[in-house]
């Protein structure tokens, strides 16, 4: 529940920042890209489709993302995405708890993105 609400406020910062800020607008027009946050499991799962600047993100899943983020369970996700420690999400990755799939590169812009909602 809790990884589910995260991803959902994630989605409105990220609306409300391009609405308000044109640089982030900017940013996020960069690149034309689906990125699916899931679990193992798949009980939790939001998807976020970056398309000429405008973002579509609902609940579930999405077929043929251009990447996915796949974490072993609900908790780890949300404390490590809720801290925004990349360290973290690194060790996360070492340790076989988020399985990168797809393209990286979307990946790492997705964290672009999530970075600068934290300025916001």
């Keep these: 529940m809790k990884l589910s609400l995260l991803l959902y406020i994630l989605k409105r910062l990220i609306l409300k920042k391009a609405r308000r800020d044109q640089d982030f607008q900017a940013l996020i027009s960069k690149r034309n890209f689906v990125i699916l946050i899931t679990t193992k499991d798949g009980k939790h799962s939001r998807y976020f489709r970056f398309h000429n600047g405008e973002l579509i993100s609902r609940k579930g899943t999405y077929e043929n993302p251009d990447v996915s983020l796949i974490w072993d369970d609900p908790t780890t996700a949300f404390k490590i995405m809720k ?20 393209n990286i590169h979307d990946s790492l812009f997705f964290s672009q993105i999530a970075k600068n909602l934290r300025y916001f």
């Design 83 to 102: 801290s925004g420690d990349r360290s973290l999400q690194q060790e996360a990755i070492a340790e076989g708890k988020l399985k990168i799939v797809g």
